[in-house]
């Protein structure tokens, strides 16, 4: 990874900032909506205790019997199609009893179904009535209540049995319709508002299965509607804004008052679709999928109701109804005297909130964002100029010293003051040193080949002045192995001295134009006896290969290549010598290719500089070898712009020489 991408990397920890920023908005708005909850509660708690200072007609502390304002007109028939709109809030006293309670201006309907596979009929009037299926009503008004008995032997209209004295008050007739199937029966009927009981008792009786339900004396339950009268004291007493709802110990709606602020919002007010977005993902993702309560219901049983029917005040918040509002819902029990009689609950829609929070939260975004953008930018500015002060040292540091013995060239950087500095510095010491030991290295043959011709000569004059001396013969051994030391010695002098004539005459050649092709095949040719009993093998170019530069370097570079091929391929080995022309038209590449043991990886980089060597039992033996061919061949590649490089192949290695050609001179005026 790049300097550069790693200082934007860095500039991406800057995005903490906004991260932290909207930890501290969504705190913010978690302490106004607190703050908010607590008012509410605390208006809830006084409307409460104001409900009980004026003496409203609160709910008892026990479970009733609700009644619903009837929808549509009710036909007494015996069939629940009539009851289908009011099915949802069916009341079930027992499993597989459900009781439905409606009134209009004039009559109190009641529809009963209970499922009874088995049928055990009887008519109302016979007395063998209490043993067959049946239902027993129980009518109180005040102190006073009458029993009723509500059986038939067959679907169609019944007349209930009175089962006591007549009460004033309460009706003296009950009829109604009984209609059944195969696995229920259902009793439709209704009463005269004026003679409506205030407390209803419900009683079942499976004669096949007595105990099935409570077939005891029932006991009787208030009946609850929606009380005109306590609504209008609700809605005097709710705050503006506020809708007020008074809910019964099991969940029914008794009074409701006030109403949801319903101005519509401002085109200032108004949040778009992406503020919204912003407010349900990041501010408050839990009001994205709550609604508000619903209106108009004649019960409530979300959780937060329970719980405050259950005694303890809660409050909650809901998406609002509009797009961009909230609803704050606080439920509170009633309490009289230690009993909960019901629930206060409590609604207020509110647009401020998102409204300053989004704008809060996307403020803090926008100044995020470009402070980010600016550090990124300030970051990625100063890693590119860092970069390209690493990119100048670098290359610098790559030209300093070249492969044809040009001086080392300056660093730059050396005069900054910073950490780069310091190490232009630290290079520069370093590549001084390094060139001073490379030209010394350069020179070491050449100077050894001077030095050593003189002490040579003393011992060849030395031996010869021997020879003519009156020497023991067990001294002969020794004098001859001394001559072939000596002559030994005197190869490798006359080799430096080769290497040392070869740099100054590729330092001076003149090039010219020739077919490279003509030189390769000539020398593959020479080579020929020479290789013998090894296989030669050439694929040169039959097309002419025209380049500018010196015949006679190339050719002793590939002598050079042949003789390294030749130490180290076995005597059944094979040589492979061949010639390319370039793909672009320009120069061409020559390859000796040999079979033998392959390359160290260590030794790759290394291979053709001046002095190295990796000759060991190949090497063919009385010949002295100071690692100077290779380094030749190098020297001649570029002179000619090009370059020599060797690597492992399947069954032997490969050493391939590019050559482009030596530059054209001007001729001077």
Known sequence: MTLRRKLLLVALSTLALPWAGWLYVRQMEQLLRRSQEQALLATAFALSRGLVAVGANLPQPVHGWYVQNARQPIVVDGYGDDWASLSPWVQQPWPGVRVQLAQDAAWLYMHIEVNDATQTRADAQDSEAEDADHIELILARGASQRRFLIASAAPGSFQARPLDDRVPGLPDLIAGQWQEDAGSYRIELRLPRAQAPDHLGVAVFDADAPTRFDSGRPDTRPLYSLSPALSNDLTQLAPTGVRVRLLSADGWVLAAGGALSADAPTREDRMAWFDNLVFNLLIAPALAHTSALPVNV???????????????????????????????????????????????????????????????????????????????????????????????????????????????????????????????????????????????????????????????????????????????????????????????????????????????AIASAEGEDFDLAQVVRG????????????????????????????????????????????????????????????EDGEGARITVTNSGPRLPEAMSGRLFDSLVSVRGGGTRVGVPHLGLGLYVVRLVAELHQGKVEAQNIEGGVAFMMQLRGMPRRRLAR
């Open 298 to 504: 004649p019960r409530l049983q979300a959780p937060d109701v329970q719980r405050a029917l259950a005694g303890r005040a809660t409050a909650g918040w809901r998406a609002g109804p509009t797009s961009g509002s909230v609803v704050l819902t606080v439920a509170v029990p009633l309490d009289t005297h230690g009993e909960t009689r019901g629930a206060l609950v409590l609604e207020q829609s509110s647009r401020a909130l998102p409204l300053l929070t989004n704008r809060a939260l996307l403020g803090l975004m926008l100044a995020s964002v470009a402070g980010l953008l600016i550090a990124g930018a300030l970051l990625f500015a100063f890693a590119t100029w860092l970069s390209l002060r690493i990119g100048r040292l670098r290359d610098a540091a790559e030209r300093a010293q070249r492969r044809d013995g040009a001086p080392i060239v300056a660093l730059p950087l050396v005069e900054d003051s910073d950490e780069l500095g310091d190490l232009a510095r630290s290079l520069s010491r370093l590549l001084d040193a390094i060139g001073t030991y490379t030209e010394y290295l350069r020179t070491l043959a050449s100077k050894l080949s001077h030095e050593l011709n003189t002490p040579l000569a003393i011992v060849k004059s030395s031996l010869d002045n021997l020879e003519h001396a009156d020497l023991p013969a067990h001294a002969q051994p020794y004098l001859a192995r001394a001559r072939d030391g000596a002559a030994r010695l005197g190869t490798i002098v006359r080799a430096m001295s080769e290497a040392s004539r070869m740099e100054r």
């Open 523 to 582: 020398c593959a040719e020479a080579y020929r006896p020479l290789a013998a009993p090894r296989r030669l093998e050439c694929a040169i170019t039959t097309q002419s290969v025209p380049l500018h530069g010196a015949p006679e370097l190339i050719a002793q570079a590939l002598d050079k290549l042949f003789d390294n091929a030749l130490s180290f391929a076995p005597e059944q080995g094979w040589i492979r010598i061949a010639l390319d022309a370039a």
